[in-house]
């Protein structure tokens, strides 16, 4: 007898690791994800024609970046199909952009020089704040829009905790946000505030939290 299944019942989230093969599926749920984003609609000037391609091409280039540079990629897929992905910067890494020529140039002819310099000179900002020793760094994370509220983005965060508690080199995890309605959620996760970065009139909010091996264990006796 095959079951009989609940329209509202929510998919079997499945935990899986992302390659190149995955790129556009990736492009997608982060496009939606930060195309509203009060940070992005600053940086790329969304009163602008022509905001939705700019934020497509930084997207891509980021994820090209981080998949030429080895960097760890996951993703949570229900019903077979990927609904949340979140790239892990390696603290070890200590990436600046703006020493990235090839990226740089691929971002000026698609993005344009002023949304370019405006990226760098945020990105720069965050690297000043970054804790030491260097945490990881979660440059790229989102759910989509269709499939939030249903702890998909929860699970993200607990796996990419998970996956640098298991890497000892590093101090923690950064990621930032300029949409002050995820601070409650990020807070409940244990993240504290590093400190703000002014875009015109709000501010990015770029958050910390320490994970380290002990973590690992820990998590291993809450599932037990």
């Known amino acids: 007898m095959s079951k009989v299944k609940n329209e509202n019942q929510t998919p079997e ?3 899986v690791r992302l390659d190149e093969t995955a790129a556009n599926e990736a492009r997608s749920i982060l496009f939606h994800a930060y195309r509203d984003e009060p940070t ?11 905001y939705e ?3 497509r091409a930084t997207i891509r280039e980021l994820i090209d970046l981080y998949f030429s540079l080895d960097q760890e990629a996951i993703g949570i897929m229900a019903d077979d199909v990927l609904v949340a992905v979140a790239f892990i910067g390696d603290p070890e890494l200590r990436m600046n952009l703006a020493d990235q020529l ?5 971002m000026v002819l698609t993005t344009g020089f002023a949304a370019t310099r405006r990226y760098l000179d945020y990105h720069e900002k965050i690297r000043e704040m970054l804790p030491q020793p260097l945490a990881h760094q979660l440059p790229l994370m989102g759910v989509q829009p269709k ?3 249903r702890g998909y983005g929860r699970l993200l965060l607990k796996t990419v905790e998970k996956l640098c ?4 080199r590093g101090s923690g995890i950064v990621l930032d946000t300029g949409n002050s309605r995820y601070l409650p959620f990020y807070e409940s996760e244990g993240f504290r505030s590093l400190g703000k970065i002014r875009l015109g009139n709000f501010e990015d909010h770029v958050l910390f939290r320490e994970v380290h091996p002990e973590t690992k264990e820990t998590a291993a006796q809450q599932e037990n």
Request: charged content about 25%.
């Open 53 to 55: 391609q700019r934020v």
């Open 40 to 50: 992005f609609q600053y940086l790329f000037d969304h009163r602008r024609p022509g």
């Open 13 to 15: 989230p499945v935990v």
């Open 165 to 168: 508690a298991e890497n000892p």
């Open 147 to 149: 499939h939030q509220n």
């Open 102 to 106: 090839s990226w740089r140039i691929r």
